[in-house]
Each structure stands twice: as structure tokens, then as C-alpha cells.
């Protein structure tokens, strides 16, 4: 499957953007869905994911309450929601599909990645 990532930008501290990863395929709904980031000079890490119902959502502490992850598997999209946005949010945000059905958190359990899109959120 092959996975488009956009909306990405530059935000204030404190502002909002949201992410769309969406999907080349109408089985879409078979993957589940991760988010990850990567900032300069540090290791990738998860940020959130989506079960291939869209009913069981995972996040990694530092984003917990911020961001929300959704999806509409009638659009073969998956959205980031970000909100209150910190300057260490700043990175490259990835997202990437995994066929099955465990959500997993470690990027090497994925099979697929999109392109990554730049956030950089300034102070």
C-alpha cells in the first residue's frame, strides 16, 4: 500500500495542525495505522496509532490529551489531530501501515511508510 502524507507547516507554540496519511487502496481498512516522528538528531519515535476499526487508539505519553488519531476508512485517510503544540514537538512526522490486526508501537513492525512531513513549531 502506498501512504501520502500531508499538512504538515509551521505553527506557533500552542497552535494546531492536523495530519492526513491517506492510502492508495481500497483494503485500507485492513491496516493499522502508526504515527511517527523523528527530529534532528534523535531516534524515530511512535507518537500514535489506530486499530483497523478506528474504535482503539494509542498514544506515547508526550502527546497523550494533545493529539488525537482518527480515521475514515471510507476515504482511505487517517488523521493526526495536533493541538497545543510544543516546540519539541518539532520533527518530520512519519506515518506507516501494518496488516494485521495488534497495534504495535515500534516502527519496525510496519510494513509500510509514507514520505514524512515537516512540523516545526516555533517558541
Known amino acids: 500500500v502506498q501512504l501520502q502524507v500531508s499538512g504538515g507547516g509551521l505553527v506557533q507554540a500552542g497552535g494546531s495542525l492536523r495530519l492526513s496519511c491517506a492510502a492508495s487502496?481500497?483494503?485500507?481498512?485492513?491496516?493499522?495505522i502508526g504515527w511517527f516522528r523523528q527530529a534532528p538528531g534523535k531516534e524515530r519515535e511512535f507518537v500514535a496509532a489506530i486499530n483497523r476499526s478506528g474504535t482503539g487508539t494509542y498514544y506515547a505519553d508526550s502527546v497523550k490529551g494533545r493529539f488525537a488519531i482518527s480515521r475514515d476508512n471510507a476515504r482511505n485517510t487517517v488523521y493526526l489531530q495536533m493541538n497545543s503544540l510544543k516546540p519539541e514537538d518539532t520533527a518530520v512526522y512519519y506515518c506507516a501501515a501494518r496488516a494485521g490486526i495488534v497495534v504495535l508501537k515500534r516502527g519496525y513492525e510496519y510494513d509500510y511508510w509514507g514520505q514524512g512531513t515537516q512540523v516545526t513549531v516555533s517558541s
Open positions: 487502496e481500497r483494503t485500507f481498512g485492513t491496516y493499522v
